[in-house]
């Protein structure tokens, strides 16, 4: 089982924990992963952890799409991984949500699962460099020729003779996307991914993988999950310390009708808890929303507990069909633990 480490996105303050991702590459972790939101940006703190580290692989976790064209969005991969060593960069992409979308990019939601393909389709085209690139697509294309157009548009080719070879890595959840996952994808990686949901969704991926024209197949994907861990001698103070973030992104991360983290706890069996944690929590009763959040859900979602606890709990996440697992703030003490389960 490979180790990524997520560091996310900044607070107020741009920090990146080179140290801890130093720490990370020392004990045989696969990658370090980035986000962004509407604050810092997700390719910069790679850029800037390239030079420091040697061949931990660079991955963004996830790349809002409304963020960049999608050439530019291969521009920056293609640059970075010529930089940092070729073979190095994974562009994790990823839709957002309408509120990010059109109130921060000031973008239409569109059709995200066709915009994804798309966006994909194009910078795979501009990577490989086999012609001008041209692509005539349900949600975009290039050259343009909307309205605003003057028509003078035309294909190009990348100067840049870069890796035609970077993997993408896609961050989806609904049906329609998954398919697209399995269909021209590199591999899958979503948020709430647990060994109980991986079997619920992995027919979507495999009817993706079935219009594949590559060849590859269900072993050629990375499927990296995200796993909550703590490290403490009390569960309850651990379910309870996460009860506030978990009230948040289901009550209050996304619009009422569109919220993918509610409907994660939903397809994981809580709907009632998860209409009853946003009821509370948009009205303003964050305390209460936070109680209302049930203890097996958050226990479903990682590894809580003393560290026999956690080995005695990991060959279910070993096991489970994912290639890498995605671990958050530990200490050098902790990471070192699990990398050594990993290892096992």
């Known amino acids: 089982m490979k180790l990524g480490l997520d560091i996310g996105y900044s607070g107020a303050r741009m920090t990146v924990p080179v140290e801890k991702v130093q720490e990370a590459e020392r004990l045989g972790f696969d990658s370090v992963w980035t986000a962004e939101a509407y604050g810092s940006d997700c390719f910069t703190p790679l850029a800037y952890l390239a030079p420091l580290t040697k061949k931990i692989r660079l991955c963004t976790g996830i790349a809002q799409l409304a963020a960049r064209t999608p050439a530019n969005c291969a521009m920056v991969a293609q640059t970075l991984d010529a930089l940092a060593g070729e073979g190095r960069v994974v562009v994790g992409l990823g839709v957002s949500g309408p509120q990010i979308v059109e109130g921060w990019y000031g973008q239409p939601w569109g059709k995200p699962a066709t915009r994804l393909r798309d966006y994909t389709m194009i910078m795979k085209k501009i990577w490989r460099r086999e012609g001008p690139v041209s692509y005539e697509g349900k949600e975009i294309s290039l050259p343009y020729r909307g309205p605003g157009a003057t028509g003078l548009g035309k294909p190009l080719k990348s100067i840049l003779h870069g890796n035609p070879n970077i993997p993408v890595v896609f961050g989806t959840g609904k049906a329609a996307s998954v398919r ?3 269909e021209v994808a590199d591999g899958w990686s979503v948020m709430r991914l647990t060994p109980d949901t991986l079997p619920q969704a992995m027919p979507w991926l495999k009817e993706g993988l079935a219009k594949r024209t590559d060849g590859k197949t269900l072993k050629d ?13 009390d569960v309850r103070v651990a379910l309870d310390e996460l009860k506030p973030h978990f009230a948040l992104y289901v009550g209050g991360m ?4 569109v919220n993918f983290h509610k409907d994660a706890m939903v397809d ?3 709907g009632a808890a998860a209409d009853r944690i946003q009821e509370l929590y948009l009205a303003g009763r964050k305390a209460e929303a936070a ?8 226990d479903a979602q990682g590894l809580f507990g003393p560290f026999a606890r956690i080995k005695e709990r990991w060959p279910r996440w070993r096991d489970c069909g994912m290639t890498l697992l995605r671990i958050g703030d530990l200490s050098f003490e902790e990471m070192s633990q699990m990398a050594a389960l990993a290892r096992e």
Request: hydrophobic share 45%.
């Open 221 to 233: 994907l990375e499927i990296a999950g995200n796993v909550l861990i703590r490290f403490t001698d």
């Open 180 to 182: 697209v996952t399995g």
């Open 268 to 270: 994981h069996g809580f």
């Open 254 to 257: 996304g619009a009422q009708d």
């Open 291 to 298: 109680a209302a959040v049930p203890d097996e859900y958050i």
